[in-house]
Structure formats: structure tokens, C-alpha cells
């Protein structure tokens, strides 16, 4: 069972900062793609931030400027620097890690989540 371990959530005022880790298994960290996710109550789960095992990067629209994303392979594990914070950021994160196996006959993927972590940014 690969288990990913989230830190960082907290309470934190508008226009404050927070960062996220998430820390994962080596093999499975070294080759796979790590994300965020968030899930506010009442609404469905959603792509945050996504880093690639090879440092591609993607950002919902909604935090473009505001988020970064991370990764060390040395630590094996993902960061989300998380600024300029609102209020409608208020949710829980998941991160996420996938990862591709693949023969020269088919490619499996499996998929990972963390427990998720509370982070409440107030007016």
C-alpha cells in the first residue's frame, strides 16, 4: 500500500500564505506526476496544481499567479506554496501522485491520495 503523508493546512487571515508537503514513497515518487486537488463542502473535487516527473507544470486559472508548485526528488516530496490566499480557497487538499508502468505490450496507471488537510483562510 503506498501511502502519501500531508502536512501544512492550518487557519490562516486573506492575503496570508500557507504552504503544503506531501511526501510519498521513492519509486513511486521518482516517476510520477504529483498534484494537488481541493474539494470545498458542497462542490466536486478540483485540480489545483500538477507537477510532472519531469517538472511539467499546469495551474487551474483560479490560482495562476498566486500558487507554486514543487517537487524535490531528493526528499520525495511535493510542495504547494500557496499566497495571496482568499477566502473561496477555503477547502480541503489532496495530493495526489500518479504513476505510469508500462511494458511493450500496455501501460497501467495507478493513482494515490493523501488523507487531504483543512486550510480556512478567514476575511
Known amino acids: 500500500q503506498v501511502r502519501l503523508v500531508e502536512s501544512g493546512g492550518g487557519l490562516v487571515q486573506s492575503g496570508g500564505s500557507l504552504t503544503l508537503s506531501c511526501a510519498a514513497p521513492?519509486?513511486?515518487?521518482?516517476?510520477?506526476?504529483m498534484a494537488w486537488y481541493r474539494q470545498a463542502p458542497g462542490t466536486e473535487r478540483e485540480l489545483v496544481a500538477r507537477i510532472g516527473s519531469d517538472y511539467s507544470i499546469d495551474y487551474a486559472d483560479s490560482v495562476k499567479g498566486r500558487f507554486t508548485i514543487s517537487r524535490d526528488n531528493t526528499k520525495n516530496t511535493a510542495y504547494l506554496l500557496m499566497s495571496e490566499l482568499k477566502p473561496e480557497d477555503t477547502a480541503v487538499y489532496y495530493c495526489n501522485l500518479k504513476v505510469q508502468v508500462a511494458n511493450i505490450e500496455r501501460t497501467w496507471e495507478f493513482e494515490y491520495w493523501g488523507q487531504g488537510t483543512q486550510v480556512t483562510v478567514s476575511l
Open positions: 521513492r519509486r513511486e515518487f521518482s516517476n510520477g506526476a
